[in-house]
């Protein structure tokens, strides 16, 4: 967004009005009673967390501890605010980076998972995309089991979300479809503050004149392709994170829900001996290190630490790959080959367009001052106003060369972005459906140690192609007739012209991410030797212990992936509540 650079060093002078509860939520390991005693440990208190320690505590009888390793989320204005998108502090993340990467050339990237109450939805670019519903009824063909398909999950996105106006109220009607939108939901969903703009009305007219990417009016609706409007977890011009939505200061009220931050959890244990896989006990050490407190729960230990926390916490354990815990000298109490294994993100290539527009900076004082007066202005809004969704052309090459990884023929291969800064048109070109896998790995027996994070991008020949072919979609749809005044040319990079090993290079040098890992702790069906959890997400060949959090998806969804996890949250709270 032009001209909020100057925001970044007004963080610190804003005060948000915000009142703590104090209820039962703990500061450090140090305010943690000897003699508490949980029916559930939740740890990971990001999406899947807040939510399964949320709607499990709604049960009077259940008493549930949700470990958080990060601070707390109220009164973080970069947090709060949906313009400070780019300017949240870096101590609020993990600040991981991977290993040097074959694919890009040996460059390693800094990759942002949130270490904060709401973990990476607290600081995330709160886009709300469900997906296709191909990419729903594929994950229930892979774990056996149809409660994970889009038919019967799509209840439980109801169930999750409210859609509320945007903020300051305007009339949306046309932008998006109620029928498939939740209304009473603890999620807040919004469409943007501004719009629509004259650049945003240019794509539709676009949509409207030409064939390849149409309108489409509800993109969350399981049929994502197409030009869309945005829409995001914000409520009342503010972030809604999950620990806003699911964490607020009704559920810290309850008196059988306790939050414990600044605190990492380490290793999961036997509950009596390494024999014994009953393993209901989590090993706790304050944030940073420091003595270990072991606390054990007596239902269940509830993973939900992330793609990369799950199964980091689990290698510690001795729970993964023998041959590889045997490397790092840690004791295997239970082989389970597919832990940390099979990691898939979505890669994003930046593009860009001269054009004929005109920069509109925003005014960084009035847009604070507007945001703190009633929540509305530039500040209300983070990634843009619309998103394309598309496929690979039938005809390429590219589909006869390979099989084609979407999860069904309406799941999008693409997903471009649309923005103007006045003279140049740019946006990023994101592969949805890579064939290229990585992995989480521990590098010591210290569990302590960051993990080693390889995200395998590009290290499958397809995904370089297909990020050609998202590049060729983009280029089209910019020449449609509705750009003829507007957009001058394409300024690249350009796979048409640019020699392979130009534009290759200049892939691996640009290419980023959006932080979308998935796949580490991937659902399986019962009995299947492959994956880590069965479709009750329980850790296959123990007792006591699931995962609920993104790593047991199993591919990366034709979308941001909140809402996925969302929904596997949802879902998987009904399904502990009929076991217990």
Known sequence: MPGLTRLASLVSLIVIGASITNGKVLSDLTELSAQASFDFIVVGGGVGGSVVASRLSENPRHNVLLVEAGPENQGVTEIAVPGFFFFINGTYSWGHTSTPQVGLGGRSMPYTQGRVLGGSSSLNGMMYTRGSSDDYDLWGKVSGDSRWSWKNLFPYFLKNEQLVPPPGGRN??????????????????????????????????????????????????????GLSYVQSTIGNGERWSAAVGFLGEKARERPNLTILLNTQTTRVLPSNNARN???????????????????????????????????????????????????????????????????????????AWSANGVAQPVDTAAALEQWQTNRTGPLSEAVGHQIIFARIPKEAQLLKDYRDPASGPNAP??????????????????????????????????????????????????????????????????????????????????????????????????????????????ISAKGSKKGVVDSDLKVKGVKGLRIVDASVIPYVPTAHTQAATYVLAERAADIIKEDW
């Open 172 to 225: 949306a009607t046309g932008q998006y479809d109620p029928r498939y939108h939740g209304r009473n939901g603890p999620l807040h969903v919004s469409l943007p503050w501004a719009g629509p703009t004259d650049f945003d009305l240019l794509a539709v007219k676009n949509a409207e004149a030409q064939d390849e990417i149409k309108f489409n009016q509800e993109p969350n609706s399981g049929k994502n392709a």
């Open 413 to 522: 291969h693409f997903e471009i972005t649309l923005a103007s800064q006045g003279p140049q048109v740019g946006g990023y070109v994101v592969l949805l459906t890579p064939r290229s896998r990585g992995s989480v790995k521990i590098r010591s027996n210290n569990p302590l140690d960051r993990p080693l994070i390889d995200l395998g991008y590009l290290t499958d020949p397809f995904d370089t192609l297909a990020i050609k072919e998202g590049v060729r979609v983009a280029k089209r749809w910019y020449q449609g007739p509705a750009y003829e005044d507007y957009v001058t040319g394409f300024l690249g990079p350009d796979p048409d012209t640019l020699a392979d090993k130009e534009f290759v290079e200049l892939l691996q040098q640009t290419a980023g991410t959006f932080w979308h890992p998935v796949g580490t702790n991937s």
């Open 277 to 351: 896989l009953d393993i209901r006990t989590v090993e706790l050490v304050p944030l940073g290190g420091g003595n270990a407190t072991i606390v054990a729960a007596k239902k269940e230990v509830i993973l939900s630490a992330g793609a990369f926390g799950s199964p980091t916490i689990l290698l510690n354990s001795g729970i993964g790959p023998k041959k590889e815990l045997n490397k790092v000298k840690v004791k295997t109490i239970h082989d389970l080959p597919d832990v940390g294994k099979g990691l898939s993100d979505h890669l994003i290539f930046p593009v």
